[in-house]
């Protein structure tokens, strides 16, 4: 049974099962809508929506349900089974059709008797007489085709040729192709009801549109922002490029999963005057050592050698010769006369 008059219905019953102020938003718009593309305003509108950063006040109403007529707030007819088939197609008696549930599936392989059960229906349903025999043609009874029926709150009733046919027509309905082509291909019976109704489809059709265009401006947005944050994050790697390694390690994925990771390890790090002035030395040291394993600090190294040698090799020379001064500074201030000579006196 409807629940709603039309399609606006059923799309703002929808609106609140989904409980979005973005998605009320684009319900109600899609209401209102004569077509077209939603203003970039209206866009912008629904990033706010969704992001949380703006507030919406909802414009309709969740839609009432349709005024129950006195036949439908009736107690409906429910056929419950069929069963008892005496002389009706191939069907046995100890056949029980149970229609307890909202949906029946009957299957079976090809002559099983789908099509008798379909017959059967469509006798209590349909005011006209079948075409085809109701009893087995290659059967020799001579039965009555009948079989019983049991409607809700009705005791069970046994069908015959003798109660006619669609003796049930206003409890229950019959469809199948061949009533499908008849309504297609032949008027209306005079005695049949037709009411129509705007059912304003096209408010799904506006509704799944507009849908589209927020889902293709959300994710502009979202690359925009992407590219802004991998900016800044490029920005802070250079600058804590110094001091850690962000190659390897907690620091080796940026992503936002792994923020929790990071936070954690920089929390464990604590700076003091000591460390500070030991992180200098290292960081000095650290420098050196760069610079040694490169090709021109080997070759500077190698300069710095050779310069160092010279170096040692003149203050070498300026110690000989001012030793030597010093040794000859401190000898005795006497004459020496050789022994000959005093011998000759």
Same mark, same amino acid.
């Given at each position: 049974?409807?629940?709603?008059?039309?399609?606006? %219905?059923?799309?703002?019953?929808?609106?609140? #099962?989904?409980?979005?102020?973005?998605?009320?938003?684009?319900?109600?718009?899609?209401?209102?809508?004569?077509?077209?593309?939603?203003?970039?305003?209206?866009?912008?509108?629904?990033?706010?929506?969704?992001?949380?950063?703006?507030?919406?006040?909802?414009?309709?109403?969740?839609?009432?349900?349709?005024?129950?007529?006195?036949?439908?707030?009736?107690?409906?007819?429910?056929?419950?089974?069929? #069963?008892?088939?005496? %002389?009706?197609?191939?069907?046995?008696?100890?056949?029980?059709?149970?229609?307890?549930?909202?949906?029946?599936?009957?299957? %079976?392989?090809?002559?099983?008797?789908?099509?008798?059960?379909?017959?059967?229906?469509?006798?209590?349903?349909?005011?006209?007489?079948?075409?085809?025999?109701?009893?087995?043609?290659?059967?020799?009874?001579?039965?009555?085709?009948?079989?019983?029926?049991?409607?809700?709150?009705?005791?069970?009733?046994?069908?015959?040729?003798?109660?006619?046919?669609?003796?049930?027509?206003?409890?229950?309905?019959?469809?199948?192709?061949?009533?499908?082509?008849?309504?297609?291909?032949?008027?209306?019976?005079?005695?049949?009801?037709?009411?129509?109704?705007?059912?304003?489809?096209?408010?799904?059709?506006?509704?799944?549109?507009?849908?589209?265009?927020?889902?293709?401006?959300?994710?502009?947005?979202?690359?925009?922002?992407?590219?802004?944050?991998?900016?800044?994050?490029?920005?802070?790697?250079?600058?804590?490029?110094?001091?850690?390694?962000?190659?390897?390690?907690?620091?080796?994925?940026?992503?936002?999963?792994?923020?929790?990771?990071?936070?954690?390890?920089?929390?464990?790090?604590?700076?003091?005057?000591?460390?500070?002035?030991?992180?200098?030395?290292?960081?000095?040291?650290?420098?050196?050592?760069?610079?040694?394993?490169?090709?021109?600090?080997?070759?500077?190294?190698?300069?710095?050698?050779?310069?160092?040698?010279?170096?040692?090799?003149?203050?070498?020379?300026?110690?000989?010769?001012?030793?030597?001064?010093?040794?000859?500074?401190?000898?005795?201030?006497?004459?020496?006369?050789?022994?000959?000579?005093?011998?000759?006196?």
């Amino acid at each position: 049974m409807a629940t709603h008059s039309d399609a606006t %219905g059923y799309l703002l019953a929808h609106r609140d #099962s989904v409980n979005e102020a973005w998605f009320h938003a684009v319900c109600e718009v899609a209401i209102e809508s004569v077509g077209g593309s939603l203003p970039p305003a209206m866009l912008d509108q629904l990033w706010g929506l969704f992001c949380g950063t703006e507030e919406y006040t909802s414009s309709s109403a969740t839609p009432t349900a349709l005024e129950t007529s006195t036949r439908d707030s009736l107690q409906p007819f429910y056929l419950e089974s069929l #069963s008892d088939f005496s %002389g009706f197609k191939k069907l046995g008696n100890t056949l029980r059709l149970d229609l307890s549930k909202r949906i029946t599936l009957v299957f %079976g392989r090809n002559g099983a008797g789908k099509s008798s059960l379909c017959q059967a229906l469509k006798i209590l349903a349909n005011p006209e007489r079948p075409k085809e025999p109701l009893n087995n043609v290659r059967s020799s009874s001579k039965n009555v085709p009948s079989f019983s029926y049991k409607l809700r709150g009705e005791p069970l009733q046994t069908w015959t040729e003798l109660n006619g046919f669609g003796s049930q027509a206003h409890a229950l309905k019959y469809f199948d192709s061949a009533v499908a082509y008849k309504h297609i291909n032949s008027s209306i019976s005079p005695e049949a009801v037709v009411e129509l109704s705007a059912f304003k489809l096209e408010c799904f059709d506006s509704a799944r549109e507009y849908l589209k265009q927020f889902q293709a401006h959300g994710g502009s947005k979202i690359a925009e922002y992407r590219k802004r944050v991998d900016g800044h994050i490029e920005e802070v790697k250079l600058q804590v490029g110094a001091v850690i390694n962000t190659n390897t390690g907690v620091f080796k994925d940026w992503s936002a999963i792994n923020c929790q990771p990071m936070l954690s390890w920089i929390e464990t790090v604590t700076f003091d005057e000591d460390k500070r002035r030991l992180k200098s030395e290292k960081q000095a040291r650290i420098e050196e050592l760069k610079a040694a394993t490169s090709l021109e600090g080997q070759q500077a190294i190698a300069f710095k050698k050779n310069l160092l040698g010279q170096v040692k090799k003149f203050i070498r020379n300026i110690y000989s010769a001012v030793f030597s001064f010093f040794l000859y500074s401190i000898q005795p201030s006497f004459a020496f006369i050789p022994t000959k000579a005093r011998c000759k006196c």
